[in-house]
């Protein structure tokens, strides 16, 4: 059976993936009902998104773990599923509206909004699983989720009921990050913040007592807001200001001067305006010294009532016209140019206003303290272990956690508010009355959740909870969540309090954290600047496995990898070489037959040397991979593979080959073995190139009906094969054979240096001590890979160094390759004696130079590389002057 001369990924990887999907491959019940399961949620991707690197990581990572656990026999489910995505559909179906139909939200409504926001999903909501598919995830797609499904809903109403009638749940005024864009609260992480150019405006607060206190602000326009004026107990410049009052400009609103030690006296002028209703710092001194909140904008952001004549007004607008005000009425000190960190809507772009708003919130203090006690106590292990610092910092400051959105999209908040008597219902069922008065005036919240409240319910939620469902008994607790470092707190957190809460176990016991895909630069991947690189198109031009594999082996848990294309390119050659190997080994079968099997193998030292080296690689895999370290697990299976095995020991193949019999059926059972282990070693990292070859290779050894097919572990597929164990070392033959390579690469590095033509046969003298007899076996190998003379090559115990000879040493071998027999002397003599007159030429205008006035004047830096070149050229004098003197027969060489 001929395998095709290259490997077709675009040909291959639709083929294999659906062939794996129809036969049920992806799906724990491949493996017996009482295989011992693992379990991997998918981060659910948004609904609206589109594939980019992220996406890529996370899919490469958990497939690998997927692939690896059901290989070794686990009932390995990868649960899949999308999120709702709240914000980002809302604004995609409304732009939709408006592009379509010219018509707002105000004007369609929520009803009507939401059909059309379902029909987009089912035309379009299932873009980013094919996208994913594209990678390789082998998820169990029966099993695939959507965070607005029925049972997922009801999971969320079951959980917000029960969070409800513990008292976690609660309504309240609060600071918000609100998106004036969006007319939303939203979370921290869809807050992008980023230092921008701006202005510190510098000006003297009224006092009532008169005079004034210097205080300077970002943000002129909230001044309408301030409640207070706070400085620093310790600062003596404003000590008798304490307890005195301020007017506040253009309102004349009385307000306190206030000691608070959060102040920092170094900070503009030492004084702070204090205005609780738009700074998160400023609403923290507000409730110690239990300040007024006054909230002075509108949902747009423009000036509400408490603004005064500024009332209408954008807040920019208002910031102009109040500091022009200002000046007018002397108050005006100055403005200063600065660089300030500036957050901004992920999803509308505008600045964010921190607002007070009447939302509904979580009490997440006595859920993470539970959260807490996960990972100290060990249960929950988080990879690297360094973030557990992090995940302290953020459970032990953890603050009321706001769940309500003003959208459609999402899941409805279950309260229902009485105009009676003031009273909430809150049912696991819609209600018809208020459980407090009976009456039948009750409204729907109109608010949704925010879209973490869901998806931290994901590893559950995805199994049938509430219900006691089959699989929740089966797969949960879940085994790892593999994710980014970057939502550690955002969604880990949660699914992590959430679960002990609900489930009263731990959702998975190994937290995974990847690290940013950056660009080849380190710069970060985005839209405006221009440097994303698309997966696809990657994928497109160098295939899913050389993505894969970059990925995969170019960083460390937690740390950002910077995406290189030349690596991806070179990782397709790496597919190539596993295919070539391959292709190498289907075309040797014909070197031996049936009948040429021995009773018993006795394997040459190449042999017992490449299996200690599959050996100690598997263990070294096993070993790395159990400490969640894939990316230095996969660099030593691509150097095994590489190096060892296609650069040397299908070399040696060729050689041991030859002759046919016995010594040929060895070679190809050894060869096959190596083969067949190295490509279950590596089909969780490669598993396109990695089946269609072990298909190629399976199918040419049963063919070749000689004999070397095993008896047993060769199932239909790889994907469901099992993982390879390690087998018997052979420790003397394989350090033995480690010497020989030694003296090949240095017999290669003698010819390179002495430009010796790669075809030319050479003579040589090896004086192999103790070694002799290992040597003499293994002459014709020898031979064949350093390229030396069989009929010139003198091999004996103690060999007489011949004249004029590079000598190198290996232990206790000595090999003497005579300069005749690889040079032309007289050509060499020549070429050597220019190539010294010109480095001497070299020397002495550099020496000049730093004698002369350039070696004091010139800078420091450019002076010390003139020496460096200087010392650089010297040792290259020295060393040609040597290799000249040696032509010349004047001695040995010692390598």
């Known amino acids: 059976m001929d395998m095709p001369k290259a490997y077709d990924f675009s040909q291959t990887e639709e083929r294999l993936y659906q062939w794996w999907q129809d036969n049920g491959w992806f799906k724990p019940e491949a493996r017996p009902q009482d295989a011992k399961a693992f379990t991997i949620s998918i981060p659910p991707p948004n609904v609206t998104g589109e594939l980019h690197m992220g996406h890529a990581m996370f899919v490469a990572l958990e497939d690998l ?67 994913i598919r594209r990678l390789g995830a082998s998820c ?9 499904d029925e049972g997922l809903s009801r999971a969320v109403r079951e959980a917000f009921v029960r969070m409800y009638q513990m008292g976690l749940i609660y309504q309240a005024e609060y600071l918000v990050n609100w998106s004036p864009g969006l007319q939303t609260a939203v979370s921290d992480l869809e807050v992008e913040t980023a230092d921008e150019s701006g202005h510190m405006y510098y000006f003297n607060y ?52 206030i000691a608070d030690e959060y102040v920092d006296m170094a900070f503009g002028t030492g004084a702070l305006k204090i205005t609780p209703g738009h700074d998160p710092n400023d609403f923290a001194i507000g409730k110690k010294h239990g300040l007024p909140i006054i909230n002075i904008m509108n949902k747009d952001a423009t000036l509400n009532e408490n603004g005064g004549g500024y009332a209408g007004q954008d807040r920019f607008v208002c910031r102009k016209n109040i500091w022009a005000d200002m000046k007018k009425a002397g108050m005006v000190v100055k403005v200063e140019n600065i660089t300030h960190a500036v957050p901004r809507s992920q999803r509308g772009g505008e600045i964010i206003e921190p607002l007070v708003s009447r939302q509904w919130f979580v009490d997440a203090e006595p859920m993470a303290k539970l959260g807490l006690a996960a990972v100290h106590s060990g249960r929950i292990r988080i990879v690297p272990d360094r973030f557990e610092k992090v995940w302290d910092n953020w459970l032990d400051n953890i603050q009321p956690w706001c769940i309500s959105r003003q959208l459609w999209w999402g899941h409805r908040i279950p309260v229902w508010h009485c105009a009676d008597c003031g009273g909430h219902t809150v049912e696991r069922e819609d209600p018809d009355r208020c459980t407090h008065c009976g009456s039948a005036s009750i409204t729907q919240d109109p608010d949704v959740l925010d879209t973490w409240f869901s998806s931290g319910l994901w590893p559950f939620s995805t199994l049938g909870w509430p219900e006691q469902t089959a699989d929740l008994q089966r797969f949960y607790p879940t085994d790892v969540m593999e994710t980014g470092y970057d939502i550690l707190f955002f969604w880990v957190a949660r699914m992590v309090m959430s679960g002990l809460l609900y489930t009263n176990d731990i959702p998975f016991h190994t937290v995974y954290l990847h690290g940013l895909v950056r660009a080849e630069d380190g710069k970060k991947m985005s839209k405006s600047t221009g440097n994303v690189t698309d997966p696809l198109i990657v994928m497109g031009e160098y295939g899913t496995d050389a993505l894969r594999f970059t990925l995969l082996t170019g960083g460390t848990p937690g740390n950002d990898l910077n995406l290189s294309l030349d690596k991806v390119a070179s990782n397709r050659n790496f597919a190539n070489k596993i ?3 391959a292709r190498f080994i289907t075309h040797s079968l014909g070197n031996a037959t049936a009948a040429d099997k021995p009773d018993e193998c006795v394997y040459a030292a190449a042999d017992k040397w490449i299996l200690t ?88 050894c049963v063919e070749s009906g000689i004999g070397i097919a095993p008896d047993e572990g060769w199932t239909d597929a790889l994907i469901i094969a099992d993982w390879p164990t390690a087998g018997e070392r052979y420790a003397a033959a394989a350090a033995d054979f480690e010497g020989l390579r030694d003296m090949v690469r240095g017999i290669r590095a003698a010819r390179a240096e002495n430009k010796v033509d790669p ?54 071998v000595v090999c003497y390759l005579p300069l005749a027999g690889m040079v032309n002397l007289g050509k060499e003599k020549a070429r050597l004696e220019k190539e010294l007159a010109n480095l001497e030429g070299q020397i002495v205008r550099v020496s000049k130079l730093l004698a002369s006035p350039f070696g004091k004047k010139a ?24 290799r000249l003197a040696l032509r010349q027969g004047g001695g040995i060489v010692n390598g």
């Open 65 to 131: 773990m997927i692939r690896r656990a059901r290989m070794q026999g686990y009932a390995a489910l990868w649960v899949p599923g999308v999120d709702h995505a709240g914000i980002a559909t809302q604004l995609q179906v409304a732009n939709m509206l408006l592009r379509t139909e010219g018509v707002t939200l105000e004007e369609i409504g929520r009803e009507k909004f939401l059909e059309h926001a379902w029909a987009w999903k089912e035309k379009y909501g299932s873009h980013i699983t094919r996208q």
């Open 140 to 148: 169990d797609w029966d099993r695939e989720r959507f965070t607005l």
């Open 206 to 257: 009224p006092m009532k007592e008169g005079g004034s206190i210097p205080v300077a602000t970002t943000r002129p326009e909230t001044i309408l807001g301030d409640t207070a004026v706070a400085v620093h107990p310790d600062d003596e410049r404003f000590r008798d200001y304490i307890g005195k009052t301020c007017l506040v400009p253009m309102l004349n609103r009385e307000i306190p001067i």
């Open 579 to 581: 295919w070539n190997a």
């Open 613 to 700: 080296r599959l050996s100690e690689t598997i263990t070294a895999v096993d070993r790395l991979m159990d400490k969640y370290q894939y990316g230095e697990a996969g660099r030593q299976a691509y150097d095994f593979i590489w190096g060892d095995f296609a650069d040397w020991y299908v070399e040696l193949a060729k050689v041991q080959m030859r002759g046919g019999g016995a010594a040929a059926w060895v070679t190809l059972s050894v060869l096959r073995k190596v083969m067949d282990d190295s490509l279950r070693l590596l089909h969780p990292y490669i598993p396109f190139v990695t089946e269609e070859t072990w298909q190629q290779l399976k199918a040419a």
């Open 759 to 812: 075809s030319k046969w050479i003579a040589a003298s090896i004086s192999a001590g103790d070694k002799f007899g290992f040597l003499t076996g293994q002459k014709a190998v020898l031979c064949t890979l350093a390229r030396l003379s069989v009929d010139e090559l003198i091999l004996e115990e103690t060999a007489v160094p011949p004249d004029s000879a590079v000598t190198l040493s290996f232990g206790g």
């Open 859 to 882: 800078p420091a830096a450019v002076v010390q590389k003139e020496r460096d070149k200087l010392a650089g050229l010297e040792a290259d004098r020295e060393e040609v002057a040597g």
